[in-house]
C-alpha cells in the first residue's frame, strides 16, 4: 500500500512540474519573439525565439520534470513533435504580423502553442511511450 502512495505523489509531482514547465514557456516563447522582433525582422525573430525556447524547453522538460537523462532517442521524440509545430508558428508570423502586429501575432502563437501544441504533444509522446 505505501508503495502505490509514493508511485502516487511522484504522479502528481511530475504532472506539477509539467503544468510549471508549460505555463512559464506558454509566457516565455511569445516574450521572446517580441524582444527579439524589437531588434530584427519578425520572420528571423520567430526563428530565433522558436530555436531558444525549444532548446531550453526541451533541458528543462527532461532533467526537471521527468527527472531524465538526456540521450539520443528523448531528443529526436522531441525534434519529431517540435518540427510541426515549429513550422506552424513560423506560418502564423508570415500570416499575421502584416495587419495584427507584434503583438497580436505572439498572443496568436502563444494561444496555438498553449493548446494545439499541447495536444500534439501529449499525442506523440503516448505514441512514444507505447513504442
Given at each position: 500500500m505505501n508503495l502505490k502512495l509514493?508511485?502516487?505523489?511522484?504522479?502528481?509531482?511530475?504532472?506539477?512540474?509539467?503544468?510549471?514547465?508549460?505555463?512559464?514557456?506558454?509566457?516565455?516563447?511569445?516574450?521572446?519573439?517580441?524582444?527579439?522582433?524589437?531588434?530584427?525582422?519578425?520572420?528571423?525573430?520567430i526563428l530565433f525565439s522558436e530555436i531558444i525556447t525549444h532548446f531550453l524547453r526541451f533541458n528543462i522538460m527532461t532533467l526537471w520534470v521527468f527527472q531524465t537523462?538526456?540521450?539520443?532517442?528523448?531528443?529526436?521524440?522531441?525534434?519529431?513533435?517540435?518540427?510541426?509545430?515549429?513550422i506552424v508558428n513560423f506560418f502564423i508570423v508570415n500570416i499575421f504580423i502584416s495587419f495584427l502586429g507584434t503583438i497580436s501575432t505572439a498572443l496568436i502563437s502563444g494561444v496555438f502553442s498553449a493548446t494545439?501544441?499541447?495536444?500534439?504533444?501529449?499525442?506523440?509522446?503516448?505514441?512514444?511511450?507505447?513504442?
Open positions: 509514493k508511485i502516487f505523489a511522484l504522479y502528481k509531482s511530475s504532472q506539477i512540474r509539467y503544468l510549471i514547465s508549460g505555463s512559464i514557456f506558454t509566457v516565455i516563447g511569445p516574450s521572446l519573439f517580441i524582444l527579439i522582433s524589437s531588434i530584427l525582422n519578425p520572420r528571423y525573430a537523462k538526456i540521450n539520443n532517442s528523448s531528443l529526436k521524440a522531441y525534434i519529431k513533435a517540435t518540427i510541426p509545430l515549429f494545439i501544441g499541447y495536444l500534439w504533444n501529449k499525442y506523440c509522446y503516448s505514441r512514444t511511450t507505447k513504442n
